[in-house]
C-alpha cells in the first residue's frame, strides 16, 4: 500500500463535516494544553437538522462496530480516547435505560438547552431530573442510542450524535487544563 493513501483517507474524513455545528462560547480549543480538550459552553442550540440525514442505524447481530477510527480522531483533536468511548458508552446506555439521575452526572452544569421547545438553562441535576422527558425526548433518545460508535462525528468542539441532537467534549478541571471530566455540554433538538 502507498504511504500516501492513509493520509489521503485522513484528509478526506477531515474533509466531512456537518452542515450546522454548535459554536463554543469560551475560548476555543486552541487555548488548551496539547492533548486536552477546552471548556466550551454548551453550544447554542441548533434549529436545522443534519443535511437532513437519518439517525445512524445500529449494528446489526454480530457486525462489530469498529471504534478505531473515532478513537484516533478523539485522541488527536481531544485528548484520552478511552475516557471518551468510556463516557460515550456510558451515555447511551443511560439515555437507552432513561436513567435520568445518571444522564444528569455526565452534564456540566448550568447547562443551557430546549424544554418544551424553549430555550432554557437548566441549574443543577435536580431541576435536570424534573425535566428529563421535556429534554431528552423519544425522538432524541432513539438517535442516540441507534448511533454507531464508529460514525459519530468528531471535531475540536467535541464528539456530535446524530445531527447535533447530543454533543460531548472534555470540561477542564483546573485553569492550566491539566486535567478534564468527559461531560455531556447539548442536548438539543434539531428537527
Not at 457486525?63 to 485522541?75: K, S
Not at 435520568?100 to 441535576?125: E, L, W
Amino acid at each position: 500500500m502507498k504511504a500516501w493513501i492513509p493520509v489521503l483517507v485522513m484528509v478526506l474524513l477531515a474533509a466531512c463535516k456537518p452542515a450546522a455545528e454548535p459554536q463554543p462560547e469560551s475560548a476555543p480549543a486552541s487555548t488548551a494544553p496539547a492533548g486536552t480538550a477546552a471548556a466550551p459552553a454548551a453550544p447554542e442550540p441548533i434549529a436545522q437538522t443534519h443535511g437532513g440525514a437519518a439517525a445512524p442505524t445500529p449494528a446489526a447481530a454480530g457486525e462489530v462496530d469498529d471504534h478505531t477510527g473515532v478513537n484516533q480522531r478523539i485522541g488527536q483533536l481531544l485528548g484520552d480516547a478511552t475516557r471518551y468511548e468510556t463516557a460515550i458508552l456510558a451515555f447511551q446506555q443511560a439515555v437507552a435505560q432513561k436513567d435520568a439521575a445518571t444522564v444528569a452526572a455526565m452534564i456540566d452544569f448550568p447547562f443551557r438547552t430546549t424544554v418544551g421547545g424553549k430555550p432554557a438553562t437548566i441549574k443543577d441535576a435536580p431541576e435536570f431530573i424534573a425535566q428529563y422527558g421535556r429534554i431528552v425526548t423519544p425522538e432524541m433518545t432513539d438517535v442516540i442510542v441507534r448511533q454507531r460508535y464508529s460514525e459519530l462525528f468528531v471535531n475540536g468542539k467535541g464528539v456530535m450524535f446524530g445531527g447535533g441532537e447530543a454533543w460531548i467534549n472534555g470540561i477542564c478541571v483546573d485553569q492550566a487544563c491539566s486535567s478534564f471530566n468527559v461531560r455531556v455540554v447539548a442536548l438539543q433538538p434539531t428537527r
